[in-house]
């Protein structure tokens, strides 16, 4: 007899979280007829987990009293879910420990069956993410005690750095955390301008969750409310720029969240919406990939000014010693 594997795990995984469930229930929430479902509760029995049935009008099925099951029981398709997640951690722009995803993938790997277990050591080895603005990932921790505070609705005391280059304390009332275009932001209330506001997670120089809960607004949407004001219509700057490079080198730089790429005779066109031309201009150049310009003629002259300030930077004399300054190396330890 053919038992689906998924099928059998969700049984399992519902006696596990009640007391006790009829087999009218497990068949209602499982789509399919009590006999199918009594099929599954005699695979569940012939492979040792000692499922108990009670007959009557209050009978149902129950795992046996003070039985423990394995921690982690995963069908394949679920494994690689978690395997695909773990290992893009990276092209999320977190700040994650690779001894936390290493250990986690190590874990995920031991309660697998061997044919599973070797498949996905397979996608593991051969599949890379990489995360093209490293400067721009927030730290774990912050993104774990803004989540803490958000889901127990407490405000958060924060010290903010702006774009303007300005330093503010702020008092936040956190809605919730959205990626947009290779930045993670935190939408909310901020009780300093009166007003919703999104901030940069990696311009949160320190936060605080405060013993001061606040109540939501009903119905806010924060995607909507971070597609509205960072989406298309509001962006500045249309950028069109073409590498010279193949489709797929391009791809595995640049995330589909970024803008569209599309392949052409000489290379791949790039296009996409951005408000701040000076940092598109530099993200552009730490691609290290050649490419042509073709819209607007900003990024030309965003791009020039990069350039000066980088011949400036390298053409820079060190101070002489006989100002009176001493040799940076002989202030080292």
Request: charged fraction near 20%; charge should be negative.
């Amino acid at each position: 007899m053919y038992h689906p594997t998924s099928r059998v795990l969700t049984v399992l995984e519902l006696l596990q979280s009640r007391p006790s469930i009829s087999g009218p229930e497990l068949a209602a929430r499982l789509e399919m007829d009590v006999r199918t479902v009594r099929r599954y509760i005699m695979h569940l029995q012939d492979v040792g987990i000692p499922v108990e049935a009670n007959i009557g009008r209050h009978g149902g099925y129950r795992l046996r009293p003070g039985f423990k099951l394995p921690p982690l029981m995963l069908t394949e398709e679920e494994a690689t879910a978690i395997m695909l997640g773990l290992l893009g951690t990276s092209w999320l722009e977190i700040g994650q420990s690779s001894v936390a995803v290493e250990g986690a993938l190590a874990k995920v790997s031991r309660v697998l069956p061997l044919h599973a277990r070797e498949r996905l050591k397979a996608m593991s080895t051969h599949l890379f993410f990489s995360s093209p603005r490293q400067e721009a990932r927030p730290d774990i921790s912050l993104v774990l005690t803004l989540s803490e505070a958000i889901g127990q609705q407490q405000r958060i005391a924060m010290d903010y750095h702006s774009h303007y280059d300005q330093v503010t304390h702020r008092k936040v009332e956190p809605y919730g955390m959205v990626g947009w275009n290779g930045h993670w932001y935190l939408v909310g209330y901020c009780c300093l301008r009166q007003d919703y506001r999104t901030f940069r997670l990696d311009h949160i120089q320190q936060a605080e969750v405060l013993e001061e809960p606040f109540e939501r607004a009903e119905g806010f949407d924060c995607r909507a409310y971070v597609m509205k004001r960072y989406g298309e219509s509001s962006a500045r700057w249309h950028i069109e720029v073409e590498f010279q490079a193949a489709l797929y080198t391009v791809q595995q730089k640049i995330p589909t969240s970024y803008g569209r790429l599309s392949a052409t005779p000489t290379g791949v066109l790039f296009q996409c919406q951005y408000d701040d031309i000076e940092s598109q201009a530099r993200y552009l150049m730490s691609l290290n990939l050649p490419f042509v310009v073709h819209n607007p003629p900003e990024l030309r002259e965003a791009l020039l000014r990069l350039a000066e300030q980088m011949v400036q930077i390298a053409t820079a004399q060190l101070p002489s010693k006989d100002d009176g300054s001493k040799d940076v190396y002989e202030t080292l330890p």
